[in-house]
């Protein structure tokens, strides 16, 4: 007989997101493209009359390289520098220009939002350009910087937000991280093309450790506040997200991250700097001390966002059960829960899972098998015949994975696993 064992959940955190070793080698995950093969670090992105446009921090290309394109997936082509002059004289040095945001006003206009050295105080700030083309070139606006709370460490990341009733904002870091202490994202209104504030700041999530990069996006019935985590100069570094049905908060944190270099099963190293353009998600990663562009598809799950090729978990014992049972306390299980008793002809467990768009994806099932030799499961997919899933001997409690492909259609879908030889109880299921 099956044993039982009772012992504590294992949890998984914000900065750490952990897999089990995989079995089987089996892959269909379509992961995100690399269309910018050079740094180009911090992308800002939007479309415009059938031409793409991207923006990065300040490389050898310029103080602001644009790229522009015919789609999102390219091919990319760098123009130039849209910011040639520099940053303001006024108040900025060149030499740390970073994370720029370019927004098209009505009136035909552009601003450019940028973080730029300070002078003064060598910390950063945020400061204001305009243009009349999106290739440039900008000209800074004012002698001073738009935000600079030297006593919060300065201000960086900028990021440009209009709200379904066309009200302006702008959402923004201040650099505690400079400083050594915690870094706040405040929102801010913005007036007069985004050249003016209005009105005081209002903080969205704060953070003792690395938190910056934010983007936010309004769907029907939240808002989605991404942002990065981790130092950008490695594979730690991750894009997260936090949701709230109100501008003023308060703001609910994800439980695992959107992407990390874990969940892209190192096929990207470091995601993070995300930009949200309709159905798609730029981001940079981490290639050879650069940070090279890459784009990747996203889709909605009830408001809540999807990337292809990023790992989204779902926990075996949630989803709905027939002739078989939930078995808690199990070691070393995620979430401490697992479906056991798979072991009837009319045993399944079915669970709802999400694809950004239609195509080919890689299932990955968490199991243990104490049978004496390799198990299966037969796979149903949204009620088809998809073959089996199989796996090895591991031993009761020791919890693997085993992985197939399956395809999918766009937005929700039906797993199912029925009985199939000998016995393994599930975990989770987790699509890619």
């Not at 012992?7 to 379509?30: D, E, K, M, Q, R």
């Not at 305009?130 to 910087?145: D, E, I, K, M, N």
């Not at 190293?269 to 949200?276: E, K």
Request: with cysteine.
């Amino acid at each position: 007989m099956r044993r039982l064992l009772t012992i504590a959940l294992a949890v998984l955190s914000l900065s750490a997101f952990l897999s089990p070793p995989v079995h089987a080698a089996t892959t269909s995950a379509v992961f995100p493209r690399e269309i910018v093969g050079e740094d180009f670090p911090d992308p800002d992105v939007f479309q415009q009359n059938g031409t793409w446009y991207a923006y990065s921090t300040n490389n050898g290309r310029g103080t602001v390289p644009v790229a522009t394109a015919p789609s999102a997936d390219g091919p990319w082509t760098i123009r130039g520098d849209a910011m040639p002059g520099g940053p303001s004289a006024d108040w900025a040095q060149p030499g740390r220009t970073w994370a720029p945001d370019v927004y098209p006003n009505a009136d035909g206009t552009y601003t450019l939002t940028y973080t730029a050295w300070h002078k003064a105080s060598g910390h950063q700030c945020i400061g204001v350009a305009t243009a009349t083309s999106p290739l440039g070139p900008f000209q800074p606006v004012g002698t001073t910087p738009l935000i600079c709370p030297l006593d919060q460490g300065g201000a960086i990341d900028p990021n440009t937000f209009v709200a379904g009733d066309g009200t302006r904002y702008l959402v923004w870091k201040n650099d505690g991280n400079a400083i050594g202490q915690p870094s706040t994202l405040w929102l801010t209104r913005t007036a007069d093309n985004g050249r003016t504030l209005v009105g005081g700041n209002t903080a969205m999530l704060t953070s003792s450790g690395v938190i910056e990069a934010p983007d936010l996006v309004q769907r029907g019935s939240q808002y989605v506040l991404f942002f990065s985590g981790g130092g950008y100069n490695d594979c730690n570094y991750l894009t997260s997200y936090a949701t709230s049905t109100s501008l003023g908060g308060p703001w609910t944190t994800a439980y695992r991250p959107l992407m990390t270099t874990a969940t892209f099963d190192n096929a990207v190293c470091g995601p993070g700097g995300a930009d949200v353009v309709g159905d798609k998600i730029f981001l940079h990663g981490w290639v050879g001390n650069q940070r090279h562009l890459y784009v990747a598809d996203i889709g909605w799950a009830n408001d809540y966002p999807v990337v292809r090729g990023s790992r989204v978990r779902y926990e075996a014992e949630r989803g709905t059960l027939n002739h078989c049972s939930v078995r808690a306390n199990a070691a070393g299980a995620s979430d401490g829960k697992v479906v056991a008793y798979i072991d009837y002809a009319d045993s399944w467990v079915e669970n709802t899972v999400f694809a950004p768009v239609a195509g080919s994806y890689t299932l990955h099932v968490g199991y243990a098998n104490g049978s004496a030799s390799t198990a299966s499961h037969g796979l149903v997919v949204n009620g088809n015949n998809a073959g089996s899933v199989s796996y090895p001997v591991t031993g009761w409690d020791n919890w693997h994975e085993s992985s197939v492909s399956v395809t999918l259609n766009a937005g929700w879908n039906t797993i199912r696993l029925t009985k199939g030889d000998l016995y393994t109880e599930v975990d989770y299921l987790e699509v890619q």
